[in-house]
């Protein structure tokens, strides 16, 4: 892992590795993650990835809508 610090909450930010395989890309690239522009802003692979999967609606993008985590926690938050 390349640690690139901690968000807000304390949780780490990273790049992820097994081997010679990009885990954060091979998440991102099948739907199921979002790249973050805050979190890594220079990161152009995963901001392809993204929109390719979008494109091809896979993982969280094949639903109708899809919301990202920290828009959702910001809703769920103001129904409390």
């Known amino acids: ?3 690139k610090g ?8 990273g790049k992820v590795y097994t081997g010679e ?3 954060n890309l091979e998440m991102v690239k099948r739907g199921h993650a979002h790249w973050y522009k805050k979190y890594a ?3 152009k692979d995963l901001q392809q990835a993204e929109a390719k ?3 091809a609606k ?5 639903r109708p809508n ?6 959702w926690r910001k809703k769920k938050s103001k129904q409390n």
């Open 53 to 55: 999967a979008k494109k």
């Open 58 to 62: 896979r993982g969280v993008w094949s």
């Open 21 to 23: 395989t990009y885990i």
């Open 6 to 13: 901690k968000d807000r909450y304390g949780r780490l930010i």
């Open 66 to 71: 899809p919301i990202k985590p920290s828009e």
């Open 41 to 43: 802003p220079k990161d």
């Open 1 to 3: 892992m390349e640690n």
